[in-house]
T-cell receptor, first 113, second 115 residues
Framework: EPEVTQTPSHQVTQMGQEVILRCVPI?????FYWYRQILGQKVEFLVS????????KSEIFDDQFSVERPDGSNFTLKIRSTKLEDSAMYFC???????????FGPGTRLTVL | DAKTTQPPSMDCAEGRAANLPCNHS???????VYWYRQIHSQGPQYIIH???NNETNEMASLIITEDRKSSTLILPHATLRDTAVYYC????????????????FGKGTLLTVNP
């Protein structure tokens, strides 16, 4: 069964550094999402991406965040200058055009020191 | 904010049916109810969704009341591996065109299946 994959599984970085989290959505999917979950808290929506543009973003998704689909298979989330409070699990999800279901990847644990 | 209310925790005996309730009294007529679960810190796993009618798949059944203000997820024969946080979510449309949506997670129900 096709799955969403994410790399790396765990990323440790210093505060102020840039990080790029990578996702490979399910191959025929056209809608892409990022969510995050701070330890012990709820899963929060960050951004939705469709047709090579952001279709919705939350207030968390400020100028420090960006998303890109660089090569038709990967979907990336970049944090330009990480802060301690960016430490969280980041989940990528994807959905095909003809279905109502978002499928999530296993997540990347980001630790900012 | 999440538009749903769920009990924070429930217990169930292995092999028994687990019935997880959810209140969504402010749901609109065209909003779907989704159920996901999360085991430890893994990615949320889709279970089932519905609009008005009851739904069943290989994982679970979803019973939606006639007024659509509440629903119940039923795991017919719970196993230890079903121990997880279960989220009841009302889908929220985003962007233009009405074809896209986001999931707004609440705190969910921690279901513990006991031997």
């Amino acid at each position: 069964e096709p799955e969403v994959t994410q790399t790396p599984s765990h990323q440790v970085t210093q505060m102020g550094q840039e990080v790029i989290l990578r996702c490979v959505p399910i191959s025929n999917h056209l809608y892409f999402y990022w969510y995050r979950q701070i330890l012990g808290q709820k899963v929060e929506f960050l951004v939705s991406f469709y047709n090579n543009e952001i279709s919705e973003k939350s207030e968390i998704f400020d100028d420090q965040f960006s998303v890109e689909r660089p090569d038709g298979s990967n979907f990336t989330l970049k944090i330009r200058s990480t802060k301690l409070e960016d430490s969280a699990m980041y989940f990528c999800a994807s959905r095909s055009d003809g279905t109502d279901t978002q499928y999530f990847g296993p997540g990347t644990r980001l630790t900012v020191l | 904010d999440a538009k749903t209310t769920q009990p924070p925790s429930m217990d169930c005996a292995e092999g028994r049916a687990a019935n997880l309730p959810c209140n969504h009294s402010t749901i609109s007529g065209n909003e779907y109810v989704y159920w996901y679960r999360q085991i430890h810190s893994q990615g949320p796993q889709y279970i089932i969704h519905g609009l008005k009618n009851n739904e069943t798949n290989e994982m679970a059944s979803l019973i939606i009341t006639e007024d659509r203000k509440s629903s119940t997820l039923i795991l017919p024969h719970a196993t230890l591996r079903d121990t997880a946080v279960y989220y009841c979510i009302v889908r929220v449309s985003v962007g233009s065109g009405g074809s896209n949506y986001k999931l707004t997670f609440g705190k969910g129900t921690l279901l513990t299946v006991n031997p």
